[in-house]
Antibody, heavy 119, light 110 residues
Framework: QVQLVQSGAEVKRPGASVKISCKAS????????IHWVRQAPGQSLEWMGI????????SFAQNFRGRVAMTRDTSTSTVYMELNSLTSEDTAVYLC????????????WGQGTLVSVSS | QSALTQPASVSGSPGQSITISCTGT?????????VSWYQQPPGKAPRLMIY???KRPSGVSNRFSGSKSGNTASLTISGLQAEDEADYYC??????????FGTGTEVTVL
C-alpha cells in the first residue's frame, strides 16, 4: 500500500534551518510528483511547492522562493524539504503529499512533521 | 498568490444540504477546471472529495458534488450527516504553475 512517512518533530531557533524527510513506499518513486504543504496551528493549509522525483524539477509558492529547497535520494525513495531563515511564523505542521494518477490533486499524505520555532 | 476565499463556517441540520463557496481569480479558479476539494477532520490528513470541479474519486459518497461559475467554485453536501463535520478546503492550479488552497470552511452539523 502507498505510504509517505515523514521524519519526526523539530525544535529550532529563529534564523536556523530545518530539513524534513518524506519516505515513499508502495509505488514507483519516480512516477508521481510530491507536494509540500504546511498548516500553522489553527490555520488553513498553505501550499509550499512541488517536486518531481524523476528529474528534480521544482516550483515554489511566491512566499517561499529563495528560502526553500527540495531534493531527493532515489536510492531510498525519499524526498527532502529544507526551509531556511526560520521565524516564529514558520511554526507549523509540514506535510508531504503525492500527486497521483488524478493529476492536479493530492491522493496520499504523510503524517505531518511539527516544526516549532522559538527563542 | 493569495488564498482562495471561503466562508469561515457553514452549518446545517442532519439531512439538509449546505454549499461552500470558493472564490478566486481569473488566474486560478476562473482559468482552469482544476479545482479540487478536501475534507480534513480534526487532527487528520486531508482527503480528496472532488476533483476537476465536479468529479468524485472512487469511494466518495454521491452526497458530495461540485460546480463552478466564473471565478467561484462550490461544494455541496446533500443529506448532511454527523460524519461530515470537518474542515473543507478548495484547491486550484494557477497560471504561475503553482497551486493555492482556500482559507478553509468549518462544517458543523447541528
Amino acid at each position: 500500500q502507498v505510504q509517505l512517512v515523514q521524519s519526526g518533530a523539530e525544535v529550532k531557533r529563529p534564523g536556523a534551518s530545518v530539513k524534513i524527510s518524506c519516505k515513499a513506499s508502495g509505488y514507483t518513486f519516480t512516477t508521481y510528483h510530491i507536494h509540500w504543504v504546511r498548516q500553522a496551528p489553527g490555520q488553513s493549509l498553505e501550499w509550499m511547492g512541488i517536486f518531481s522525483p524523476s528529474d528534480g524539477a521544482t516550483s515554489f509558492a511566491q512566499n517561499f522562493r529563495g528560502r526553500v529547497a527540495m531534493t531527493r535520494d532515489t536510492s531510498t525513495s525519499t524526498v527532502y524539504m529544507e526551509l531556511n531563515s526560520l521565524t516564529s511564523e514558520d511554526t507549523a505542521v509540514y506535510l508531504c503529499a503525492r500527486e497521483g494518477p488524478i493529476t492536479y490533486t493530492l491522493d496520499y499524505w504523510g503524517q505531518g512533521t511539527l516544526v516549532s520555532v522559538s527563542s | 498568490q493569495s488564498a482562495l476565499t471561503q466562508p469561515a463556517s457553514v452549518s446545517g441540520s442532519p439531512g439538509q444540504s449546505i454549499t461552500i463557496s470558493c472564490t478566486g481569480t481569473s488566474s486560478d479558479v476562473g482559468n482552469y477546471n482544476l479545482v479540487s476539494w478536501y475534507q480534513q477532520p480534526p487532527g487528520k490528513a486531508p482527503r480528496l472529495m472532488i476533483y476537476e470541479v465536479s468529479k468524485r474519486p472512487s469511494g466518495v459518497s454521491n452526497r458530495f458534488s461540485g460546480s463552478k461559475s466564473g471565478n467561484t467554485a462550490s461544494l455541496t453536501i446533500s443529506g448532511l450527516q454527523a460524519e461530515d463535520e470537518a474542515d473543507y478546503y478548495c484547491y486550484s492550479y494557477t497560471t504561475s504553475n503553482t497551486y493555492v488552497f482556500g482559507t478553509g470552511t468549518e462544517v458543523t452539523v447541528l
